[in-house]
């Protein structure tokens, strides 16, 4: 239990001298380093840092939980880049082509022929956005896989289930029912600023297509949360 306690301390600790670095130099205080923490020499000065750290506090009250989250994701993100590194583009793009396509062709014998051209069509499009996923990881630098990487591979994860759900009976019940859930929400918390949920709700049904361009639309902020999430892992438990 005291391991334990002194890991959450630690990463307390970590998290909030990362947010303290965002404004003020030299926050981070590891154990080989000679120069102590800086704080500032006057008044005005002491009166921003201690009201930075005090809203910092309030940051690692609600970031803790979620950098927990993104240890786990960080382990996924960094299983699926080391195998998608080690395959290269094209063999990215073949696993994409293997696993897609398959699903695709079981179409051919399970759903109707626009179902069946619906299906290859998905798996074009998570199979452009894998190679693109994997051509955004290789630029380097947290903003570009943040923004582009992480969308373009929750696209490529999630599009075909989606599509192939839209023409199974079985498996749209599954899919379904959780998207008119996370339809609800976002039109309920998100979406209901200045009555864009009451106009969505009046113009637009959730059936059909509407369930895909949905998920096409939730891929990228969530994308970018779970890129959030990673980097607030790293700065709470920095890998090697």
């Known amino acids: 239990m005291s391991g334990l306690v002194e890991g959450v301390a630690v990463d307390v600790r970590r998290l909030h001298e990362s947010w303290m670095a965002l404004f003020f ?55 699926a880049d080391s195998t998608s590194t080690r395959l290269g583009l094209l063999g990215t793009l073949f696993l994409a082509v293997l696993a897609w396509g398959a699903l695709a062709a079981a179409s051919y014998f399970r759903f109707t022929f626009s179902g069946f051209i619906a299906m290859v069509a998905a798996a074009l499009v998570a199979t452009a956005c894998a190679g693109l996923a994997f051509l955004f990881s290789q630029v380097g630098g947290r903003a570009t896989t943040v923004l582009a990487a992480y969308p373009a591979a929750v696209t ?12 199974s009976p079985a498996l749209g019940d599954v899919v379904f029912g959780g998207s008119e859930s996370v339809a609800a929400w976002f039109l309920d918390n998100v979406l209901a600023l200045g ?25 990228i902020p969530l994308g970018w949360l779970v890129g959030i999430l990673v980097s607030l892992a790293n700065a709470a438990r920095p890998t090697a």
Not at 156 to 167: E, K, R
Not at 202 to 218: I, N, P
């Open 156 to 167: 490529a994860l999630f599009l075909p289930p989606v599509v192939a759900a839209f023409y």
């Open 195 to 219: 009555g864009v949920n009451d106009y969505l709700r009046t113009e637009y049904d959730l059936t059909g297509v509407a369930y895909v361009a949905m998920w096409l639309a939730v891929s």
């Open 25 to 79: 130099p030299r926050q981070r205080t590891e154990e080989s380093q000679v120069l102590g923490k800086w704080t500032p020499e006057t008044t005005s000065g002491m009166v921003a840092y201690r009201a930075w750290s005090a809203l910092g506090a309030l940051f690692v009250l609600v970031g803790y939980p979620l950098a927990l989250a993104g240890v786990v994701l960080r382990y996924l993100a960094w299983s």
